[in-house]
């Protein structure tokens, strides 16, 4: 397949997996064994979680958060963000409560992607400080309570499979390559 004019995250992404679509395209490590994902079965899951959060009203521009280590479904929600036409806010795992609600309510997240039950607690810490209407969407399920709506992402992966085909002709038609991708808070300098 001839290779697109690329502009975009989201285009690039496309574009790498109708060209590598069986080939590999992430190893991560689950417990103690490695796992793989072809750029097809990526995609897949990329467009259930892209269409997860539309439907939990993230519309494009809004921001959405990931309080989370290095895994999986780092690379998978902000995949999934862009394909949202979203605005990813990274945030460094190791920050404290109050720095991570501070980037969250800063930024104006709609929503926030949580690793697990540390980076929960984070959330609880300080959930009266975070906006009432915040989405919380675990990766792993956790007892931890919180005012605000969770969901678990494992939910929106076993969907059945949605029609993305229209989400994906929006992104690569209105990406704009000029437009805002991901607010990153660095440390600041001394």
């Given at each position: 397949?001839?290779?697109?004019n690329?502009?975009?995250?989201?285009?690039?992404?496309?574009?790498?997996?109708?060209m590598?679509?069986?080939?590999p395209?992430?190893?991560?490590?689950?417990?103690?064994?490695?796992e793989s994902?072809?750029?097809?079965?990526?995609?897949?899951?990329?467009?259930?979680?892209?269409?997860?959060?539309?439907?939990?009203?993230?519309?494009?521009?809004?921001?959405?958060?990931?309080?989370?280590?290095?895994?999986?479904?780092?690379i998978?929600?902000?995949?999934?963000i862009?394909?949202?036409?979203?605005?990813?806010?990274?945030?460094?795992a190791?920050?404290s409560?109050?720095?991570?609600?501070?980037?969250?309510?800063?930024?104006?997240?709609?929503?926030?992607?949580v690793?697990?039950?540390?980076q929960?607690?984070?959330?609880?810490?300080t959930?009266?400080?975070?906006p009432?209407?915040?989405?919380?969407?675990?990766?792993?399920?956790?007892?931890?309570?919180?005012?605000?709506?969770?969901v678990?992402?494992q939910?929106?992966?076993?969907?059945?499979?949605g029609?993305?085909?229209?989400?994906?002709?929006?992104?690569?038609?209105?990406?704009?390559?000029?437009?805002?991708?991901?607010?990153?808070?660095?440390?600041?300098?001394?």
């Amino acid at each position: 397949m001839a290779q697109m004019n690329v502009e975009t995250i989201i285009q690039l992404f496309i574009n790498r997996v109708s060209m590598s679509h069986d080939q590999p395209a992430i190893h991560f490590k689950v417990s103690d064994s490695f796992e793989s994902r072809t750029w097809s079965e990526l995609a897949v899951d990329v467009r259930q979680v892209a269409l997860g959060l539309i439907e939990a009203g993230v519309r494009p521009g809004d921001r959405v958060a990931q309080l989370s280590e290095n895994r999986y479904e780092w690379i998978l929600a902000d995949l999934a963000i862009q394909l949202a036409q979203a605005i990813h806010v990274p945030i460094h795992a190791p920050l404290s409560s109050a720095q991570v609600q501070f980037q969250i309510t800063h930024s104006g997240a709609k929503a926030v992607f949580v690793s697990g039950a540390e980076q929960i607690s984070k959330l609880a810490a300080t959930s009266d400080k975070l906006p009432s209407d915040l989405l919380v969407i675990r990766y792993e399920a956790s007892d931890i309570e919180l005012p605000q709506t969770q969901v678990d992402l494992q939910d929106w992966l076993s969907r059945a499979a949605g029609d993305a085909t229209a989400l994906e002709q929006a992104a690569m038609d209105e990406a704009d390559s000029k437009a805002l991708a991901t607010i990153l808070y660095t440390s600041g300098t001394t």
